[in-house]
């Protein structure tokens, strides 16, 4: 579950990592007030959870305030639904550092990753120049000791006195990773001002997905949807994306599922949407059918293959959920696993023709989408 | 011949007594697999498809000699349970759990690695040997996927696994020993880490690994057959190849693995080592066959 | 630092483990309210920091009002000085458990210790039963897992249901251990109702004194002295004890301290204090002069044997001490160590005799305190 | 010969640009100990008393061979300096600090133990093998009590130590090695660890060990003894014989002992053992003589 960045930079406050002042607006008409207090010149920016927000124009460096306003308006007719912008003091910056922590999931550590040189580029680096990118394995059971965080500072070439102060915010970044079990928690860029102090210019933190339930304050994060396709799936905590293909996806697991996208890539298909129903919902083929018959498709091809997730349970649910929802396209079945004659029994008596293999069913879905078969 | 279990393998089942635990203990027997003892906590005294229940693994371990520990307990008591069964010198280990929290998994890989265990799963039907043994929640009796047979098998997913299995059980092939690492970011075991067992199981002629997106496991399969730690035949499926980019974790991601990483990034690692790549679940077991693997 | 019950069980409270209701009072006024909160039966119990309190009386059982306030008097006129009592209900016991974690320093880890047979007489069921008594060693770093209190609470004979509440109480007493930075927590007795409820009885907690500095809400406990000269040694920080015989020590080193003290027993002498000056306190000698010479005695034996201690340093303190108050008693001086020779230069100089020897030192005092010398 | 430290050992300093740590510096290179490195967090670029210093342990590593760490850190920093020095595999640990939080002196011993490295001290003077070398403030220039000979000394105390050896001088003998093994609940070294070292050395003819009340070193001295894993002549001192007893740790402390833990508990186990306890200091050297320990 990915925080927004002044969910994030309020953890790293907590943690006393410095942050800049800022004041987060959710409404146009909040802006004037908001910008008054932080003064110019400043950084606007969008509240959203995708990255690359810099290179996709939703950071903006302002000086005045027309152009604030401007700015703030901009930013909330954009397209992409912004739900609140942070209004933020611009700071005076000598050098961007990089700084996260992450796992090792082969050493099962925690992994810190450092660069003296950080910013917007640092994927170039990490691509061209991984020798600059420090990777410094933590043990949990011990935690991380103070003498780890200077190693780490020293080996980026921060020598007294800068070097105290970045020690203390990687000690200090590594305890809101322990504190939120989060999967990742990333300082990008983390700002050395003109006047050598520290301060977090940007904030990512990603908690465990398995973890959530110790930090329910964040679980309506996700709020912004593309569609109510989009929407009914996340309440339904169903995986689903939306394409402009034709064809329907609604499988169950997610290698399985990603293997028939690809299967369909291969045979010149096209896909409609990704949706899985497998795992813990292979019982809600009712609402899987429904977000599928939301999203404009040819066909809808279902496959599964599953052992707790019986198949006589899922062909029964696809035959009530068509019994109910009433379909206006084909649909494609190749239901096998546990149960799987009982599977074909329902399926048949229901009038549906169950294929057995996946790579067939997937020609058949393309031909059909391509209107070669009906 | 098996690696990890086979038939003489004494099993402890920890979570004995839930109803998950207890329909899969049922086919673990039924299967041939010496369950020899339960645990769940305030249960002990019980029996479960005649196995003795007990309180504790210690208490369990008074009264027989225990090989290897499968757990059929909930995600967030996953790292009790392992910790617990590490503490008393099991060295083998299955959870199948869904939803171990990370931090959790990281302590028990760590753990495991410096107790010289092994942890399979979690997120996993676990590991079985057909017709021999099993660990886990296979659905044993599909016999057009668990046929006894000489590939090893290795995969991070499902369904998929289901999928593919079956494709290498339809051109004439079984598997010797098939594992589910599970598909968590940080699995308790990795695909190079079984590699060795496989090299030295005499039954095993070739291996299958089913892989997918993230992580380096593949890579670190492909590292293993360039330092002829692992000289068996070896073919790989990996799921997602054409699949769109999902959400990024931050950039430690892409620094992790230095801008790879993607799907076809493993295939490239995998067939510049030497093994083959299917590009459909069908064409594993031809792969098979090409690479001449004998079927019996 | 001890911390007195009702400090204790408020760390237990915070913690989740029961604690019976009660109300502290810290003068006789205060009772009949308190009392009436608490209701009857209920037990009265002084908050003083020595152990063996039941056996010593200052714990009363009481189940009407008349004798209850005649308790409360009773403890409020003790000669021992007790600055508060807790009025505490009484419980419907049905079994006493004895559990605590301290040290084990061999291995380096936290060590359990439980019984099924709490109460006073553990340390006999110890000393005559110690097979009743459970170790169990806990890894500080991995920290104590569930099924490790599940364990100790079957070992103790405790089975469903009453396993779960031991075993929770364990792990929550565990935290209190940790947070606490404690040499030793302590629940004796260990209440199981007669509901089977579990609920501690007692509780010790003792801070460990090198960490002190993360506890400072209780650097006050120790407010009661038996005496000035004691008020003062624990102001000064200085290790002092007062007993009643003849000779005042002030010597450095607790080891060279307490071996002083022994061969004043062998040669039939009798100590008036124990005051060890060594250490951080090398400097201090116009500080344990006072204190000595507040004790009655016939001599000060003053012995010293030090290295970062300098022996000139203390010489030029004792000196210095005897000018500004002019004992009234001999003073008897064996210093060595670290700058030697200056000291002995020093004591000369000030119209001392020097000794070098210890033990010769140690029977001039005894001969000197039964007026055999002058 | 000696034990644990001699003239031959490598020695790293930290805290070596604080006050204490610059003195004893000094002193340690006077008497012959080869000091070849110090840390100090931000010094590194310095030299004290011509020893370059550096920022880490890790930078000291690179330029130097290190055998052992000498610790003049505050107490509350000794558990990240410790942590240190035994991630740069340096096994060898003399820590002096007075006060080191209880649960971070844990934490020292069990990690100590796990990476099978010695820490000795805190709350100690150190380790000295007189006219060799010296981890510690030790005032080695007093030559009543620091004169090079054959009996293996240990102690617990400061002051007393410099009394009984003084004592063992007196009657002509010197030491091989004397190791404070430190005041504190919990010391990173216990004398029983020391004990098959200085049976090991040829020099050591015999050990005297300085006890006193409480924890069970010296009954741990005792076992070796009984089990033959030391066997050389030991004679012991205890202070506190006759002493009160102090304030009791809840009840802890008497169960942890089984109600003994006295120190006549502790001189009837070492007597049993075989050990000879002088009833006073000067007892000791006549004590040795009387086992006909040679003094030369």
């Known amino acids: 579950m990915k925080l927004y960045e002044y969910q994030a930079k309020a953890l790293f406050k907590e943690a006393q990592i410095a942050i800049p002042n800022s004041v987060r607006i959710e409404t146009t008409d909040a802006a004037e007030e908001a910008l008054q207090k932080v003064g110019y010149p400043c950084v606007i920016k969008a509240q959203v959870l995708t990255g690359g927000r810099g290179k996709a124009g939703l950071i903006q460096f302002v000086k005045t305030k027309p152009t604030a306003l401007e700015a703030v308006k901009t930013l909330f007719d954009h397209p992409v639904q912004i739900p609140s912008l942070l209004i933020e003091e611009a700071i005076d910056i000598d050098q961007e550092v990089y700084l996260s922590i992450t796992v090792d999931a ?195 091809l279902i496959v599964t293959f599953g052992t707790i997730a019986r198949a006589d349970v899922m062909a029964q649910g696809i035959v009530d959920a068509i019994e109910k929802l009433k379909p206006n396209r084909p649909i494609i079945t190749c239901i096998r696993g546990t149960n799987e004659q009982e599977a074909v029994n329902i399926l048949e008596s229901a009038g549906l023709k169950p294929l057995f293999d996946t790579e067939e069913a997937v020609l058949l879905a393309v031909s059909m989408a391509k209107g070669e078969t009906q | 011949m098996s690696i990890v279990i086979d038939q003489k393998t004494r099993v402890l089942i920890q979570g004995i007594t839930g109803k998950e635990g207890a329909y899969w203990t049922e086919h673990m027997i039924a299967l041939g697999t010496q369950v020899v003892a339960g645990v769940t906590p305030n249960k002990g005294g019980q029996t479960v498809c005649g196995v003795p229940v007990y309180n504790t693994v210690k208490d369990a371990l008074k009264h027989h000699s225990i090989d290897a520990a499968m757990l059929f307990v909930p995600p967030r008591l996953t790292k009790d349970a392992v910790f617990e069964t590490l503490a008393s010198n099991i060295k083998t280990i299955v959870t199948i759990a869904d939803g171990i929290p990370l931090h959790d998994m990281i302590a028990i890989r760590h753990h495991a690695l410096a107790q010289q265990a092994t942890v399979i799963g979690g997120n996993t039907s676990g590991i079985i040997s057909p017709e021999l043994a099993m660990m886990g929640s296979f659905p044993h009796w599909i016999d057009r996927v668990y046929k006894k047979g000489n590939i090893g098998i290795m995969t991070r997913s499902g369904s998929l696994t289901n999928e593919v299995t079956a494709m290498v059980v339809k051109q004439g092939y079984g598997a010797s020993t098939l594992i589910g690492v599970g598909g968590d970011p940080v699995p308790g075991t990795r695909f190079a880490e079984m590699l060795p067992l496989y090299e030295a199981d005499e039954e095993t002629k070739a291996v299958v690994i089913i892989g997918e997106l993230g992580g380096t496991m593949e890579e670190e399969v492909a590292d293993a057959i360039k330092q002829k730690i692992f000289t068996k035949p070896l073919v790989a499926f990996l799921g997602g190849r054409t699949a769109p980019k999902g959400q990024k974790m931050g950039h430690a991601g892409a620094i992790i693995t230095g801008g790879k990483g993607s799907v076809q990034d493993k295939i490239d690692a995998l067939e510049a080592a030497g093994a083959l790549v299917a590009k459909k679940p069908s064409q594993v077991g031809l792969l098979l066959e090409q690479l001449g693997v004998p079927k019996h």
Chains 1, 3 share one sequence.
Not at chain 1, 250 to 271: K, P, Q, R
């Open chain 1, 106 to 300: 082969a050493a099962g550590k925690a992994l810190v990753l450092a660069s003296a040189e950080g910013g917007v580029d640092i994927e170039v680096l990490a691509a061209e120049s991984p020798e600059k990118i420090l990777r410094y394995p933590i043990d949990i059971l011990i935690g991380m000791m103070p003498y780890q965080a200077r190693e780490i500072a020293y080996d980026l070439g921060f020598n007294a006195p800068l070097n105290k102060s970045i020690a203390q915010t990687i000690l200090r970044l590594y305890h809101v990773f322990i504190t939120y079990h989060a999967e990742l928690v990333e300082i990008n860029p983390l700002f050395i001002t003109k006047s050598q102090t520290v301060i977090a210019g940007d904030g990512k933190v990603s908690i465990d997905d398995n973890s959530t339930h110790w930090h329910q304050a964040y679980e309506n994060n996700e709020t912004s949807f593309g569609s109510e396709a989009e929407k009914k799936a996340h309440l339904e905590g169903i995986p689903f994306i939306e394409f402009d293909g034709d064809i329907g996806l609604m499988c169950a697991g997610a290698g399985l599922t990603t293997t028939v996208y690809d299967l369909i890539n291969d045979a010149g298909g096209s896909i409609a949407n990704y949706l899985e129903f497998g795992g813990p919902n292979y019982k809600k083929a009712l609402q899987a059918m429904e977000i599928c018959l939301a999203v404009p498709s040819k066909v809808i």
